[in-house]
């Protein structure tokens, strides 16, 4: 994690050269490099806020802020109308956590450590979530088109409200994660370290990677038609495979050591839980937000994305069925995962 830090440098050149007008390519590189590490450090200062708060409210915070570096590049892409890159990267964050990274942890983990074992109750139960969170981001997709034949408006008012259900569901799930009696999952033991920071600390770092990304974000978006034309690459695939990277590099890398160390059961909730996260809470979210800017997000996906998300919500349940991981369904993972890619680079 710490060499990531070093792209640091990378942010005040990016700015310097979004100023000075330099090659949309190269801003966009840059920006891209510098919000890798931000986006480590936005996950490192919640997670020693977590530490002095305690494992209940420290997994609200880490629940709430886990993918907010991702939330504000979606945010930026929303004010500048971008509504189709947007859904994009919601379709590529639950595909990268649920196949890439899940895929990743269990090959590399597998690898050094053999069959590793994890609660099949909470995967399980997590599996199921991602399955219900799948149909959700379905059911106003398939239903838009009759909808729009009558009432137009119809297909946002059906998007705010799944977008509400989703809202109560992920609030549901984390009382019932949080209710007394309940074993905490390795995740939350994990959030509960010593802390390393004072919360004066954390606050700060916390509000200075906020700052910089939201300002990094903004850059990247900014540049990112030119991008798409001088890359001769469409702006689903960028949506889909880049930015999601990017967003969610820190996080991944969070996944995988853990699988690494043996800590299966913390690499399978870093991973799915991150995918319930973007699919219940910042793709909802990011409804309401875009009432504020003028230019409504509905939960309207096209077929390509609803049949990929459709089939990693199954293999996430086919993979959390036996309580145990091996490298050989961590390449079949990453294998599902590179055709999916490949078949988005070549879709005009």
Do not use: C
């Amino acid at each position: 994690m710490k060499p990531l830090y070093y792209l640091g440098v990378a942010a005040p050149i990016a700015i310097l050269g979004d100023l000075l007008g330099w090659s949309p390519v190269a801003v966009f590189i840059l920006s891209a490099a510098a919000l890798i590490p931000l986006a480590g450090l936005l996950g490192q200062a919640t997670e020693e806020l977590t530490a002095h708060t305690g494992p209940r409210l420290g997994g609200l915070l880490n629940a709430t802020l886990g993918n907010a570096a991702e939330l504000i590049i979606t945010i930026f892409a929303i004010r500048a109308g971008l509504l189709e890159l947007v859904k994009a990267s919601i379709t590529g964050s639950i595909l990268g956590n649920i196949l890439l990274v899940l895929g990743l942890a269990m090959f590399l983990g597998g690898i050094r450590n053999g069959v590793q074992a994890f609660d099949r109750e909470h995967a399980g139960m997590n599996a199921t979530m991602v399955i219900l969170a799948v149909v959700a981001l379905i059911v106003p997709s398939v239903f838009s088109h009759t909808i729009d034949l009558v009432d137009h408006h119809g297909v946002e008012a059906l998007s705010i409200g799944v977008a509400i259900a989703m809202l109560v569901l992920y609030a549901l799930s984390l009382v019932y994660a949080f209710l007394p009696g309940r074993v905490p999952s390795q995740a939350h033991e994990h959030a509960a370290d010593k802390a390393r920071w004072s919360v004066r600390r954390s606050l700060l770092w916390l509000v200075f990677a906020t700052v910089l990304v939201a300002w990094l974000s903004e850059i990247l978006v900014g540049v990112a038609e030119p991008v798409v034309e001088a890359w001769g690459i469409s702006e689903f695939f960028l949506g889909i495979v880049i930015i999601p990277l990017v967003g969610n590099v820190a996080e991944h890398l969070v996944a995988v050591q853990a699988a690494w160390k043996n800590q299966m059961e913390l690499g399978m909730a870093v991973a799915v839980g991150s995918s319930l996260q973007i699919a219940l809470f910042v793709a909802p979210l990011l409804v309401f937000i875009s009432l504020l800017f003028g230019n409504p997000l509905t939960l309207v996906f096209n077929e390509f994305e609803l049949v990929a998300l459709a089939g990693a919500a199954v293999v996430a349940g086919i993979v959390a069925l036996d309580g145990r991981s091996n490298w050989l369904e961590g390449a079949q993972l990453l294998a599902v995962y590179v055709i999916t890619a490949l078949a988005f680079y070549f879709l005009p």
